[in-house]
């Protein structure tokens, strides 16, 4: 990937935008490229040469390196951190990298660090699930030790002390508690994801469409219906219902604006390879 500088931001930050601080080591599939779309995988492998980012925009993953830098400090007894294990599925190599563990009597405490938004706290996320039951999965097989709690250490960078919404955190680390799957609910979703990422490598090295990404997988946002009435610049209501928006125009006597749903991991480009996406681009230029 090459790595820009427009906003002519200072020379040391490009520098460390620019080192490849991350390893797998010796794995075939890291834990968060098992979990990526297959189709992601197989641009960013083809075109990896070719991605441009600014520095300017990486801001979340510099200060996510930064924190592990930092957490190295942090050595405290009783707790382990940036372990990376390792282990064999069918021939391909599975490592993961566990931010933190918690040894106690009773088995090892997970604990994944994540620079997110209050949103995401407040809202499910199946991905968070997902990464910290494929640990607490490395850790059974590999360590050969019982997990007795998954947890985010949620560091939320839009915090706000004046949100009193219900469900809101209540500060700005903020600990999730993750449901756990037991051993076979693990090995089948690595199995399943194994075989997805197998069969997406096979297509592209015979030159056949890759396998489209879910609207799970591309974060696609509902279409809504706004009720707008003439001279006010925002909305009176927002409803997920046509007929719903409809009957209150009707008594407000304004209109109904349909704001579509987008796929918003293609168009903020999150996945970095939106540019060289089929998909994506079939649909961009079907609506111009």
């Not at 469900?167 to 609910?185: E, K, L």
């Not at 015979?206 to 219906?225: A, D």
């Not at 927002?238 to 409809?246: G, H």
Request: aromatic letters at 8%; hydrophobic letters at 35%; proline letters at 5%.
């Amino acid at each position: 990937m090459k790595i820009t500088n427009v906003h002519n931001v200072p020379a040391p930050l490009v520098t460390l935008a620019e080192g490849n601080y991350y390893s797998k080591g010796r794995s075939d599939y890291s834990v968060t490229e098992l979990m990526s779309p297959p189709r992601v995988q197989r641009l960013r492998a083809k075109h990896g040469d070719e991605m441009v980012q600014d520095v300017s925009e990486m801001l979340w993953p510099l200060l996510g390196s930064a924190l592990h830098v930092v957490m190295e400090r942090g050595e405290t007894p009783g707790w382990r951190s940036e372990e990376r294990l390792f282990t064999e599925v069918d021939g391909v190599t599975i490592s993961g990298a566990i931010d933190l563990q918690e040894d106690t009597p009773q088995g090892v405490g997970i604990v994944d660090y994540k620079f997110t938004s209050a949103w995401a706290v407040m809202n499910e996320k199946i991905e968070w699930e997902q990464q910290l039951n494929v640990y607490k999965w490395l850790v059974e097989t590999v360590k050969k030790k019982r997990v007795t709690s998954l947890r985010i250490c949620a560091l939320i960078r839009d915090f706000s002390r004046h949100d009193t919404r219900e469900d809101y955190p209540d500060a700005p680390i903020h600990m999730v508690d993750i449901p756990m799957w037991d051993a076979v609910r693990a090995e089948t979703y690595v199995r399943e994801r194994l075989e997805m990422h197998r069969q997406s490598k096979l297509s592209a090295d015979f030159g056949e469409p890759l396998q489209e990404c879910s609207p799970e997988e591309r974060w696609m946002s509902e279409t809504i219906y706004a009720v707008k009435r003439d001279g006010r610049k925002t909305a009176i209501r927002v409803f997920k219902s046509l007929d719903e928006a409809k009957e209150l125009a009707e008594k407000e006597k304004g209109y109904v604006e349909t704001r579509d749903g987008e796929p918003k991991r293609c168009t903020g480009n999150f996945c970095g390879v939106a540019k060289f996406c089929e998909q994506y681009q079939g649909e961009s230029n079907a609506t111009d």
